[in-house]
C-alpha cells in the first residue's frame, strides 16, 4: 500500500477505518510491509527487496501534521481525502529487517542501524545508471565481474547500485549467481560513479 517516510525511516499510511487492513491492524498491530524496486523487471527472484517487520499504531495528535505533510508531499492526491472523517494516518516503529539483494544476499539490519541511516546519495539516480550500464555495457560488467568477484559469467546484469557498490546477476555454466562488488571508494553522485567504473574496468583489463 503507499507510504511514506518519516526522518527515522518509519512508514506513514494513510487509511480508512472501512478498509480491512485497518481493521486487522486494530485487533492486532503486528504487521510487515514488503517493499521491491518499481523499476524491477524480468525475474522478480533477481531483484532487491525488503520488508520491513514491526508494530502499526494511529499517529498522536502532536505528531499529525509533521506526518501529514511527509506523507502530502509524496502524495498531494490525498488532499482529496486526507480530511475525511474515516481516514487516519498509521505509522509503523519498525522493529526488524530483512532485505534480499537478489541471488544469494540476504540478511537481517536491525532496527537501530536501519533508524540511523541515511538515504542513498545515488537513490534518484540509479534507475539511469543501470539502464545505461546494462544496455550499453554488458561486455564491461561481466570483466567487473570475474575480476572483482571471481566469477566467469557469459551474461551480467546489474540489479541494485549504492554508494559503496553494486550487485550483478549473472548467468554462468553453473546456473544463475549473484554476487555484490564494492566500488573501490564511496561515489556520491554519477559523476564519480563513472570515474569510479572506468578505473575499474581498466584495473579489470588489465
Same mark, same amino acid.
Given at each position: 500500500?503507499?507510504?511514506?517516510?518519516?526522518?527515522?525511516?518509519?512508514?506513514?499510511?494513510?487509511v480508512s477505518t472501512m478498509a480491512m487492513h485497518t481493521q486487522n491492524l486494530q485487533a492486532d498491530p503486528r504487521a510487515s510491509l514488503f517493499v521491491t524496486e518499481p523499476e524491477a523487471s524480468g525475474d522478480p527472484l533477481g531483484s532487491s527487496r525488503v520488508t520491513l517487520i514491526g508494530s502499526?499504531?494511529?499517529?498522536?495528535?502532536?505528531?499529525?501534521?509533521?506526518?501529514?505533510?511527509v506523507y502530502l508531499t509524496g502524495y498531494p492526491d490525498s488532499k482529496y481525502w486526507v480530511d475525511f472523517d474515516d481516514f487516519f494516518f498509521y505509522r509503523m516503529d519498525v522493529l526488524d529487517v530483512y532485505?534480499?539483494?537478489?541471488?544469494?544476499?540476504?540478511?537481517?539490519?536491525?532496527?537501530?542501524?536501519?533508524?540511523q541511516a541515511q538515504p542513498d546519495p545515488l537513490?534518484?539516480?540509479?534507475?539511469?545508471?543501470m539502464q545505461h550500464l546494462n544496455a550499453d555495457h554488458k561486455d564491461a560488467l561481466t570483466l567487473?565481474?570475474?575480476?572483482?568477484?571471481? $566469477?566467469?559469467?557469459q551474461e551480467a546484469e546489474m540489479t541494485a547500485i549504492d554508494r559503496l557498490g553494486f550487485h550483478l546477476r549473472l548467468k554462468t555454466h553453473?546456473?544463475?549467481?549473484?554476487?555484490? $562488488?564494492?566500488?573501490?571508494?564511496?561515489?556520491s553522485n554519477p559523476s564519480q560513479t563513472r570515474e569510479a567504473f572506468?578505473?575499474?574496468?581498466?584495473?579489470?583489463?588489465?
Open positions: 500500500m503507499p507510504y511514506s517516510l518519516d526522518d527515522l525511516g518509519r512508514p506513514i499510511f494513510l502499526v499504531s494511529r499517529i498522536p495528535e502532536p505528531e499529525l501534521a509533521a506526518a501529514r505533510t532485505y534480499v539483494g537478489g541471488f544469494g544476499v540476504m540478511g537481517w539490519v536491525a532496527a537501530s542501524e536501519y533508524s537513490v534518484e539516480h540509479k534507475s539511469d545508471i567487473l565481474a570475474k575480476r572483482f568477484a571471481g $566469477i566467469d559469467a553453473d546456473g544463475m549467481k549473484g554476487t555484490r $562488488i564494492a566500488f573501490l571508494r564511496e561515489v572506468v578505473e575499474m574496468v581498466k584495473q579489470a583489463r588489465q
